[in-house]
C-alpha cells in the first residue's frame, strides 16, 4: 500500500506545484496584457482628446486677431473643457507659470515650476521636456477630483509655439490597477479551484488505491489461508498414510514372523527332551524367521530415511532394483536418460516413488517382469514410468482413490506435493504408472 499510495502522493504533489507555477505565470501574463490593453486604449482616449481641444484652439486663433482675446477664449476652453468623471485639461507656460487649470483654479497665476508627485517627481518639468519633445505621455501621481485621493495618472501634452504654452490633460489609472487585482483574484480563485479538485482527484485516486490493496490482501490472505489449509490436510493424510504404512508392514510382515519365531522356539523346548532333531530342526527354522524379521525391520527403516542416497541418487536407485531382483526372482529393467542429477527434493522425491511402487509390486502384483525408466519431457519435467506384468486390478475411473491401498494414495500425495500429475492404469497383465515432475531447472 505505501509502494502505491507514496508515488501517488508525489506524483500529485510534483503535478500541483507545476500547475500553479504554469497558471500563475499565465495569470500573470494575462494581466500584463489586460493593463497594457487598458493603458493603450487610455492613451487613445487622451490622444483623442487633446487632438480635438487643439482644432478648437486652431479654430479660436483663426477666428479672432486680438492676442489678448485669443488667449482668453483659449484659458476660457481649457478650463471648462470635460470629459467622464475626473477628465479635465491644463496649461502651463515655458517658465512653469500656470495658465489655465480645469480643477484647481487656486494654482492659476502661480509659478509651479517645482511642483512635485509623492513621489517626487517634477510634474511640471517633466510635462515641459515631453512637450518640447512634439508631444509626449509622462506617468506620475496626481490627487482625483472625484476621491481626493492621490492615484497614478498618465498625461498627455502638446506644445504651443506662438505663445510659449504646454497644455495637455490626463486620465488617471487606478481602474486599470484595478482591473489588474481583479484579474489576478479570479486567477488566483481559478488556480485554487483547480488545486481543490486536483486534491480531490487525489483523495479519490488514494482511496481507490486503499481500497483495492485492502480487497487484494484479503483476497490473497484468504487464498493463502485455503492453500495452507489443504497443504495442511495433505500433509495430515500423508503422515497418517505413511503410520499406517508402517503399521501394516509391522503388523504383516515382523509381526508375524516374530509370532512364527516365538512358537517356534516354544517347539523347540518341547522337544529338547524328546526328540532332539525335531529341536533342532525347529530352531533352525526359529532362527530363520528372525533372520527375515531382522530384514523386514532394515527394509522398513531404509524406506523411512533411506542412507543409500548419501550414495548418489542413481546409485541408491540401482541398489533398490538390486534388492528387489534378489527378492522376487523377477526381471526388472532399469533406464536413466536425464543425463543429469536431479535437484532437491526431486531426488529423493522419485527414489521414494519407486520404492514404494516396487514395494507395492513386491506385495501385490506376481509380476515377472518390470520396467522402470526416468526420462526428460519438456524442458523443465521429469517423467517417470513404472510398469509390470502381473495380475493388475481396477482403478476408479471418478475417484482416484475409491478402493486404492495406502501405498497407491501415498504415491498419488507424493505426486501432488510436486505440483506433478499421476496416471495409474491398469489391467490383467499390464500396470502402468507414470508421473510428471515440472521442475524449474536440473542442476
Known sequence: MVLAIVPLLVATGAVAL??????????????????????EQKRQELMHAVTLVESQIGSILDEEHDEAKAQARVKQLLTTARYEQDGYFFANDVSGVCVAHGRRPELVGQNIWKLEDPHGRPVVQLLQRAAREGDGFVAYEWEKPSTKKVADKLAY???????????GTGVYLDDVARAGRTARHDARQ???????????????AIALVFVGTMVLNVNEQRLADGRLRVANRMLATLRRGERDRIARGLHEGTSQL??????????????????VPKARASLALGLERLAECIEDIRRVAHALAPVALDKGWLHALNE?????RQRKSAELRFTETLGKTPPEPYASEIYQIVQEALTNIERHSDATEVDISVSRGEPDEIVLSVVDNGQGFAPSNSDHERGWGIGLRN?????????????????????????????????
Open 411 to 443: 504415491l498419488r500425495a507424493r505426486v501432488d506435493d510436486m505440483s506433478g500429475t499421476f496416471k495409474l492404469s491398469s489391467r490383467p497383465g499390464r500396470t502402468e504408472l507414470l508421473a510428471r515432475l515440472r521442475i524449474e531447472a536440473i542442476a
Open 258 to 275: 516374530v509370532a512364527a519365531a516365538k512358537l517356534r522356539f516354544e517347539l523347540v523346548g518341547q522337544q529338547m527332551d524328546s526328540d
Open 18 to 39: 507545476e500547475v500553479s507555477r504554469r497558471a500563475n505565470r499565465l495569470s500573470e501574463q494575462q494581466v500584463a496584457l489586460i493593463e497594457a490593453s487598458l493603458t
Open 157 to 167: 501634452v502638446r506644445f504651443l509655439p506662438n505663445w510659449g504654452w504646454v497644455f
Open 320 to 324: 533398490r532394483c538390486d534388492e528387489f
Open 190 to 204: 481559478s488556480i485554487e479551484r483547480t488545486l481543490r479538485e486536483l486534491a480531490v482527484v487525489s483523495l479519490l
